[in-house]
């Protein structure tokens, strides 16, 4: 990666950014295959370097960045790539900094294949594949800590700090708040209506009152943010992220780790700036189709998960109120109801009608489930076996200190 992350000199913390691109001005109307909220066009303004601009001023521990480059199809990943080369490339003076893209994606899925697993375990195709990448690069580099993070923020000067205070085979996994651009905690909230899933703004906020009434800094927590997470390298060594959930995988690790008997905890210091592009945001009844099979698969997961002997019991209601208040039994009876609040004739033809949609979301809870557990059952021995991959190791630091630019 740099001399920094070399296997004899790698910096014990890296902070993984993943970042997602899309077709630029000249093909608005490219393919897509892989969707995402706000992907940056080829062409257009990145927040990636207002991010590294604020991790230059970091205070506490030595780190490396690793960025992840995703594209929303395979045809823009080169293009994609090279971007975001460019983008670091002035930052190699503050920090050790390197990308992880699809070339160095077809390298790893050749040695994973070669260690005798399938190579699609590993991918940069969906978030939550984009996840796993977060943890399996820098455990290949022999890194102890991940601090993941999201491109459209910043943090201030002792964020660092205070995500290493804590992490540690004890506590593995710790996570913090967003602030919004006004250093506001809450979503903006309207009236009840009663329906979990058109209150969910509610309900998260709910949760966040509930972590900040709870006394101590480092509470126990039912919810986490993807963009401010921090994980040990023993707590990644034995849960993955679940690739077949489609967003939301941030609170599904959590619900991951504990099923095999891992607490997560949050510590109300450590907080980031959310800043996302003001475009950010689709159509209502699109973006509760998206919140329908989310939730309607994690209470399949749940229940399918009282089937495996290996896995702890979790109730919804350990997970109160958010997201708990969603995975009741009732959750595709709400469901239903607040897609047809939402339904209109066009948001109908292009996402498909209420009844299809919960069907559909129903069929996906029974079937993909356990398609998870067989990947959970196999991620460890993946790990084990790429972390003594030192070939590998090698070969993606040389490809890391590489410059495909002239």
């Not at 290493?164 to 919004?180: A, M, N």
């Not at 209150?199 to 963009?227: C, E, F, H, Y």
């Not at 959590?254 to 475009?279: S, V, Y």
């Amino acid at each position: 990666m740099t001399q920094n992350l070399h296997p004899q000199k790698r910096a014990n913390v890296v902070i993984v950014i993943p970042t997602y691109w899309t077709w630029g001005s000249k093909r608005l109307d490219g393919p897509v295959e892989t969707i995402y909220d706000h992907p940056t066009p080829l062409d257009g303004p990145s927040t990636l370097p207002r991010l590294l601009d604020s991790l230059a001023k970091l205070e506490g521990p030595p780190f490396g960045v690793l960025v992840l480059t995703a594209a929303v199809h395979p045809d823009l990943e080169d293009a994609a790539a090279q971007r975001v080369e460019a983008l670091i490339r002035p930052y190699r003076q503050h920090f050790p900094i390197a990308q992880f893209a699809a070339s160095d994606l077809r390298l790893l899925r050749g040695r994973v294949a070669a260690a005798g697993f399938d190579p699609a375990m590993v991918a940069l195709h969906n978030y939550a594949s984009v996840r796993n990448c977060q943890l399996i690069v820098p455990h290949l580099l022999g890194s102890q800590v991940v601090v993941a993070l999201d491109d459209d923020e910043v943090v201030e000067p002792n964020y660092l700090r205070i995500a290493t205070e804590f992490v540690s085979e004890e506590r593995p996994g710790i996570g913090g708040f967003y602030l919004d651009r006004h250093g506001g905690l809450l979503l903006p909230e309207g009236g009840p209506t009663g329906n979990p899933f058109l209150d969910k703004n509610i309900l998260m906020n709910q949760a966040t009152r509930a972590l900040q009434a709870t006394p101590g800094r480092l509470v126990s927590t039912p919810v986490v943010l993807g963009g401010n997470m921090v994980f040990h390298r023993s707590l990644w060594e034995r849960v993955s992220f679940d690739p077949y959930i489609t967003r939301g995988e941030d609170i599904d690790y959590l619900i991951n780790a504990c099923l095999q008997g891992l607490e997560f905890f949050f510590d109300k210091e450590l907080t980031i700036t959310h800043l996302p592009p003001e475009a950010y945001g689709s159509l209502p009844y699109a973006k509760l189709t998206q919140d329908v099979v989310r939730f309607i698969y994690e209470r399949g997961k749940l229940l399918a998960a009282q089937e495996q002997p290996e896995f702890a019991p979790l109730e919804p209601r350990a997970l109160d109120p958010y997201p708990g208040q969603l995975l009741r039994d009732d959750a595709p009876a709400w469901a239903l109801e607040a897609l047809q609040r939402l339904a209109t004739p066009e948001a109908v033809a292009r996402c498909g009608s209420p009844k299809e949609i919960v069907a559909a979301a129903e069929r996906r809870a029974h079937e993909a489930p356990p398609r998870y557990f067989e990947f959970a059952a196999r991620w460890p021995y993946l790990v084990e076996a790429i972390g003594q991959d030192t070939g590998l190791r090698d070969r993606l630091l040389a490809c890391f200190e590489s410059n495909p630019l002239p």
